[in-house]
Nanobody, 122 residues
């Protein structure tokens, strides 16, 4: 059974850092990534990484603050989020695909986690 399980979310203060994780089981994926969806907004691509460590980041607002990384033996990806702002509040979803290309469209990913809440309080 293929599963993506996110962990590490929660409530933090403005300026805090947080690391969320996504552990895959059941198979090895090549490209994996993070999307987020805030209340009343469309889902947006945050960051992606593939097996050889190529990375891509989405919105300009996260570039320089968020870092995606990967532990291949553990089949796990991480998203380190620094200097968190209230606008980072969202449900964060892990997504995975078998191909190596990192896409910003959610439709390109076949597997999804259940989502994890990140709330940044001012």
């Amino acid at each position: 059974q293929v599963q993506l399980v996110e962990s590490g979310g929660g409530l933090v203060q403005v300026g805090d850092s947080l690391r969320v994780s996504c552990a895959a089981s059941g198979r090895t994926f090549n490209a994996m990534g993070w999307f987020r969806q805030a209340p009343g907004k469309e889902r947006e691509f945050v960051a992606g990484i593939n097996l050889i460590g190529s990375r891509a980041y989405g919105a300009d607002s996260v570039k320089g603050r968020f870092t995606i990384s990967r532990d291949n033996p553990k089949n796990t990806i991480y998203l380190r989020m620094n200097t968190l702002q209230p606008e980072d509040t969202a449900v964060y979803y892990c997504a995975a695909r078998t191909g190596s290309n990192i896409y910003s469209s959610g439709a390109s990913y076949s597997y999804w986690g259940q989502g994890i809440q990140v709330t940044v309080s001012s």
